[in-house]
């Protein structure tokens, strides 16, 4: 079901009272005439547009003040199964803030109605009212209530306060693990005393989403609902970014040339600078351990959706930087972009990338590319690629191995551990203990027939998490391969579970938690450390202005200089376990 664009649409004041300036009045003084004439002295912009309308209106604070507001246009069901496929019918909205809404919908039957009248929600229709109180989280809430997605009570948020503080200490796994309960208690009863006026979506967020990402669980952590992004789904920040010598550089843009140049360091965004505003998103971002390197990654990765969690939707996005390499300051105000846009490269890991295989001849070395194991429908594609790529590893006679597990933050142990197949030298269980369906793989995993038994060298970086962690911390313990890149994002231990998504009553945030623990079979490591490569990698500015693969370079460098190697190649018939281990 769609709805499209009303063809009309009118102000009002609350059902009580008018709390609108008299517009019309203004209007009829003159400037109506006067904006509109001002609207073709120039090109007109989308951004310019919007701003005359804004105001024309009384201004942007004026219309801060709108509770109420009627809707008058077409609701369009789209059914391809049914006979008419599409159905239009008239429509009329009536919303008010903070969540009570009506939408009335003129049929052939007789009218029809559902809604919500901030307690209860119905739908009605010309033989019967049906109570239905799902209706408050219909994202139709959301589309028609002229703020209710954008300002909360004090009354709703206090209420989503105490849920998440319950669904925390008493479904989390392991809420205490980094952050005590003492602390803790203190953080909440702090944040609780905060919540003494009405609050934008984007401020309840910001003073909720801090405290889920104390816990520190990559899997347990706050989001602003989807419907939150339809409210301004054509306007994100348009730049894909990195955090290089603690520089945020400009690495690309999400549709279209990029409006700055690749390479660009960005020093302020609508006045506050890039230092400022990524310490900030830091508070809310969730990672195992509080890894860092993982918190980095993320807002590099989600930086335009984070943006907008914890800022809302500007005006405009003025943006000062320093051109590539150089000190010259300047400052373009940008077109935004689109939330599917943005998602498309958020979420490039969920729409199973190809795995990857090349050879290099003249080095004896194959590349594999893993860059996710979230091929949870797709297992046999991934066992498949495998089998077919140490086949051909194996015929090759090829002496080295590199595995690019870059940007691979987890999905299916199931796929990882077709790999660990290939890699181990004896076999060894995957997980600490029979996780539910996971059981199988706290046995022993059987080495694969055509294992590799050459020198492997891992690339990895900050994005490493959750069942990349669990791989990976394998390798790490029983000493497989050399780890190539920075330290990890994760460890060998990680919570998840399933049921663990929940929206909040009221403001519809959403809350992921882990309700189980996973870990790999290894002893001793340390669960608040990351892995730690055997060959750190740092990417200096300079590198990426000239387009250099730090990691592979350095992979490739050890290559050739293989013989301070050649004392970590064993085959595993001729190490016992005892040795393999003291090595």
Not at 70 to 84: R, V
Not at 333 to 344: A, E, K, M, Q
């Amino acid at each position: 079901m769609t709805v499209k664009t009303p063809r009309k649409s009118v102000l009002m004041g609350n059902f009580e009272e008018a709390i609108i300036m008299n517009l019309e009045e203004e209007l009829e003084k003159g400037q109506r005439r006067n904006t509109l004439a001002s609207l073709f002295d120039a090109r007109p912009s989308i951004g310019g547009v919007l701003q005359k309308y804004t105001d024309v209106l009384g201004g942007k604070e004026a219309l801060g003040k709108i509770r109420t507001r009627k809707l008058l246009g077409e609701l369009i069901h789209d059914f391809p199964e049914d006979n008419p496929p599409k159905t239009v019918l008239p429509a009329e909205v009536t919303a008010a803030s903070p969540d009570r809404w009506k939408l009335l919908l003129k049929t052939t039957a007789g009218p029809q109605q559902m809604g919500y009248d901030g307690k209860h929600g119905w739908i009605q229709d010309n033989v019967r009212i049906t109570m239905d109180d799902t209706q408050a989280r219909s994202k139709l809430a959301y589309l028609f209530n002229p703020a209710a997605a954008l300002m909360f009570t004090e009354e709703d948020m206090q209420k989503d306060f105490i849920q998440l503080r319950s669904l925390l200490e008493n479904d989390h796994c392991c809420l205490y693990e980094y952050t005590g309960k003492e602390e803790f208690d203190r953080i909440f009863d702090e944040h609780f005393k905060l919540i003494d006026r009405p609050m934008r979506a984007d401020q309840f967020f910001k003073l909720t989403a801090s405290i889920v990402a104390k816990v520190g669980c990559m899997h347990t952590a706050l989001w602003m609902p989807g419907a939150f992004f339809d409210t301004g789904s054509d306007n994100l920040f348009p730049l894909q970014v990195k955090l290089i010598e603690e520089k945020l550089v400009v690495s690309g843009c999400y549709n279209g040339a990029p409006q700055v140049p690749v390479g660009s360091i960005i020093l302020e965004i609508n006045d506050r600078t890039a230092g400022d505003i990524f310490d900030e998103l830091r508070t809310i971002t969730s990672a195992d351990a509080l890894n860092p390197y993982f918190i980095d990654s993320q807002i590099e990765k989600r930086f335009a959706m984070f943006y907008a969690s914890l800022f809302g939707f500007p005006d405009k996005y003025s943006v000062t930087y320093t051109l590539p390499g150089k000190k010259t300051q300047v400052t373009a105000n940008l077109y935004p972009t689109d939330i599917g846009s943005v998602r498309n490269v958020v979420f490039a890991n969920s729409d199973h990338p190809p795995l990857g295989l090349e050879f290099i001849e003249d080095q004896s070395t194959a590349i594999i590319t893993v860059q996710t194991f979230s091929y949870y429908d797709r297992v046999d594609y991934f066992r498949d690629f495998m089998d077919d790529a140490f086949l051909k590893i194996k015929d090759k006679g090829i002496k080295n191995l590199i595995l690019d597990l870059r940007g691979n933050d987890g999905g299916d142990p199931f796929c990882s551990v077709i790999l660990y197949s290939y890699l181990e030298k004896r076999a060894v269980p995957y997980f600490a203990e029979p996780y539910g369906k996971y059981a199988e793989l706290a046995d022993p995993i059987p080495v694969a027939p055509n294992h590799f038994t050459g020198r492997l060298f891992i690339l990895l970086d900050g994005r490493c998490g959750s069942t990349n962690g669990h791989f990976s911390a394998l390798l790490k313990y029983h000493r497989i391969g050399k780890f190539v890149g920075t330290p990890s994002g994760s460890t060998y231990k990680c919570n998840a579970g399933s049921n663990t998504e929940v929206r909040l009553d009221k403001t519809r945030l959403i809350l992921t938690f882990g309700r189980s623990t996973f870990a790999a079979a290894v002893e001793g490591m340390d669960k608040a450390s990351p892995i730690m490569p055997d060959h750190p990698v740092q990417v200096k500015y300079q590198d990426f202005l000239d387009g250099k693969d730090v990691f592979m370079e350095t992979t490739l460098g050890i290559i050739k200089n293989a013989k301070s190697y050649n004392t970590w190649i064993f085959s595993h018939r001729t190490v016992s376990v005892v040795n393999w281990r003291s090595l």
